[in-house]
């Protein structure tokens, strides 16, 4: 390279950027620092939030002072807007109704109007969540041949009509934009005061607020997901549920890998100390709507029983979903999401034999079969017989698939009678008395044995 020559790097370096390309790049940067905060923010409120629970549970002497810090943290959140009434303000968070994490962004969806064949896959997941809710290209043009009383479906007369049925409807103005912002909000409010396995935030008479725990009593809280007991009469003496702590409406498939992560460390510790016992478990996940104010809070239930009895279940269950829906369907009426995974036997003890199998589980659960083949925009019904998958259903009708399906075959199994699946009665219990039936419960199982979050207070 001769003395007059200037590296590639320093060239670019050296030129210089017009005020336009420098003030797009600054909203840019200012974009990306916004995001990463939101996200840290997110992140960090729910380990907040589960030590303020975890404090409650145990009655620790430190619970005014995280209290306090939630309280700070939850007043210091990035608003997405703000709407006054009268003297009262109400901070829209950047959920919507399902009650996810969205970006404000509207880089995205440009370049997906300008380069759509470009986009990577981590935009197209981005995008699919942003634009969830609004109507799709075949949408508009089925709402524009709606409007054509004249269309005939031959393509003379569509190539005749093209700019007419291609016209889309009108974006939408920052106002509107507000008020949907604003109905999101009301109806995730809504969904949040009706639900009992959701931690509700009150506030009290001096200004401060205070977390209610729900009213399942609590058996471990981890730092996305839960454990507790039905809050209506169980099955038998072990019947569990595990839930995502925020609440994520009707399907567990909309959970992120972190939430999945903790999903599959309850199972494999369920697994081990019933299986110490003596007893297999069956999981299992029922999706009747995927309409988030008819949904419900996501749960996976976990029943146990005697060994013999659970190595019948799949028969059970492969019978029962043949025999369930309508003769005809479009779908499989059994869908088996096994892994096909080769478990290694331990030699001698070997730890790296035992850490191959404990990393299969993990990578089974967190992107096994259920997640790769069963989808959160249809009706299902899901069991688990180990970490490594089971067998799902699609529910095509869901006026003809009863709600506890899952739990009608566990009790035939069981020789239960049917007020303990179909209807269960609701147990009337006061916060204290939920305390002391979850403390039964973790002491006559040996629970603090297998409580792997136990870790999370170490961090």
């Given at each position: ?107 995205i969806k440009e370049a997906a109007r300008v380069a759509p064949d470009n986009l990577t896959i981590e935009q197209m997941a981005r995008l ?77 008479a001096d200004g401060s607020s205070l977390l209610k725990p729900p009213s399942y009593p609590m058996i471990a809280l981890g730092n996305r ?145 259920f997640r790769n083949t069963m989808t959160a925009k249809m009706p299902y019904f899901h069991a688990w017989f180990d970490p490594y998958g ?70």
């Amino acid at each position: 390279m001769g003395s007059g020559e200037i590296p590639l790097r320093s060239k670019e370096r050296g030129r210089s950027r017009s005020p336009e390309r420098m003030s797009r790049d600054s909203r840019r940067d200012q974009r990306t620092d916004s995001r990463s905060k939101t996200v840290s923010f997110g992140a960090d409120l729910n380990k907040l939030r589960a030590k303020v629970m975890k404090a409650r549970l145990t009655k620790s002497p430190d619970l005014a002072e995280l209290e306090k810090q939630l309280a700070a943290a939850m007043n210091g959140g990035q608003p997405q807007a703000v709407t006054e009434q009268k003297d009262k303000v109400v901070v829209l968070p950047r959920v919507d109704s399902h009650g996810r994490l969205l970006s404000t962004r509207s880089e995205i969806k440009e370049a997906a109007r300008v380069a759509p064949d470009n986009l990577t896959i981590e935009q197209m997941a981005r995008l699919e969540r942003e634009t969830e809710g609004e109507d799709t290209a075949d949408q508009e043009l089925a709402a524009q041949i709606a409007k054509d009383s004249r269309f005939s479906n031959d393509l003379e007369y569509i190539d005749d009509n093209s700019e007419r049925l291609s016209r889309r409807r009108q974006e939408k103005t920052s106002e509107q934009i507000k008020q949907a912002a604003v109905r999101d909000y009301k109806a995730m409010e809504g969904m949040l005061d009706s639900c009992d396995m959701c931690f509700k935030q009150t506030e009290q008479a001096d200004g401060s607020s205070l977390l209610k725990p729900p009213s399942y009593p609590m058996i471990a809280l981890g730092n996305r997901v839960c454990l507790m007991l039905p809050i209506r009469e169980p099955m038998n003496d072990g019947h569990c549920i595990i839930a995502p702590i925020e609440h994520v409406a009707g399907s567990s498939l909309k959970c992120d890998d972190d939430t999945w992560d903790e999903i599959g460390n309850f199972m494999k510790c369920l697994l081990r100390m019933f299986a110490a016992r003596g007893q297999g478990v069956v999981f299992m996940e029922t999706v009747i709507s995927t309409r988030p104010s008819k949904a419900g809070h996501c749960s996976i239930e976990c029943i146990p029983m005697p060994m013999n009895k659970a190595q019948d279940v799949p028969g059970y269950f492969r019978e029962s979903l043949l025999a369930s829906d309508d003769e005809w369907s479009q779908h499989r009426k059994i869908i088996d999401t096994t892994v096909k995974t080769e478990a290694a036997v331990p030699k001698d003890g070997d730890v790296k034999d035992q850490d191959r199998n404990h990393f299969q589980a993990r990578e089974a659960i967190r992107r096994g079969g259920f997640r790769n083949t069963m989808t959160a925009k249809m009706p299902y019904f899901h069991a688990w017989f180990d970490p490594y998958g089971g067998m799902g259903h699609v529910i095509e009708n869901p006026e003809l698939f009863p709600p506890w399906f899952g739990r009608e075959v566990i009790a035939g199994v069981l020789d239960l009678p049917p007020t303990v699946y179909r209807k269960p009665r609701r147990l009337k219990e006061s916060h204290d008395q939920r305390c002391e039936r979850a403390d039964e419960w973790k002491k006559r199982f040996g629970w603090k044995r297998y409580d792997w979050t136990k870790m999370l207070e170490q961090e």
